[in-house]
């Protein structure tokens, strides 16, 4: 079974610029995690979906959203990049709800802005 | 700021020794999970405790809760080299929350 596969793996992109990021989670699972982990930081929640809805949102301007396909696949989209959005980006995801389920993580996206 | 903190930020035991990591949380929550992330990469799941529980084992690991301090523990006994990596507690109530992490060292 495949796990949480993320793409791309690393990327480079210079301040104002857009990125998006993209994540499948594992089959079966229909809730997705997005997550930023600045170096040497924790993770930062940025937004939970499941079946398709946005269910949570963590403390981050509009410039971050994203979005889930029918599939269950998400998308994380950040505009008008700044430095300090550099950042590894990790997505997880879970059986549906987030009561007592395990995430499963990706290995995750690192974004440098320069 | 929400998220949790970590205690302590780094710990560095020799091999066989035991090693202790505390988390303290904010929100109320439904359960606790500790995470261990190798190297800025993905994290494992190590292990779940619901909010009514106090203590829960697994393998090598034990971990225990108290809800009235809002703090958790992870304890890893007779540690080995490849136990080297960051561990994250995560809170999970109605947002999820990750403790600042403890970056563990084990020398052979």
């Known amino acids: 079974e495949a796990g949480v596969t993320q793409s791309p793996t690393h990327l480079i992109k210079t301040r104002g610029q857009q990125v998006t990021l993209r994540c499948s989670p594992i089959?079966?699972?229909?809730?997705v995690y997005w997550y930023q982990q600045a170096l040497g930081l924790g993770l930062q929640f940025l937004l939970w979906?499941?079946?398709?809805?946005?269910?949570n949102r963590g403390n981050f301007p509009p410039r971050f959203s994203g979005r889930q396909f029918p599939n269950y696949s998400s998308e994380l989209n950040v505009n008008a990049l700044e430095l300090e959005d550099s950042a590894l980006y990790l997505c997880?995801?879970?059986?549906?709800?987030?009561?007592?389920?395990?995430?499963?993580f990706g290995a995750g996206s690192r974004l440098t802005v320069l | 700021s929400q998220q949790g903190e970590e205690d302590p930020q780094a710990l560095s035991i020799q091999e066989g020794e035991n090693a202790t990591m505390n988390c303290s949380y904010k929100?109320?929550?439904?359960?606790l999970q500790w995470y261990r992330q190798n190297s800025g990469r993905g994290l494992v799941h190590l292990i779940l405790?619901?909010?009514?529980?106090r203590e829960k084992h697994s393998g090598r690991l034990r971990v225990t809760l108290d809800t009235s301090k809002k703090s958790s523990s992870l304890l890893i006994t007779a540690s080995r080299a490849a136990d080297t990596a960051s561990y994250f507690c995560?809170?999970?109530?109605?947002?999820?929350?990750f403790g600042t992490g403890t970056s563990l060292t084990v020398i052979p």
């Open positions: 089959s079966g699972h229909t809730s």
């Open positions: 979906y499941d079946e398709g809805e946005e269910r």
């Open positions: 995560e809170e999970v109530g109605n947002q999820f929350y």
């Open positions: 929100t109320s929550i439904n359960n």
């Open positions: 405790i619901r909010s009514n529980e």
């Open positions: 997880a995801s879970s059986f549906p709800g987030a009561g007592a389920n395990v995430l499963t």
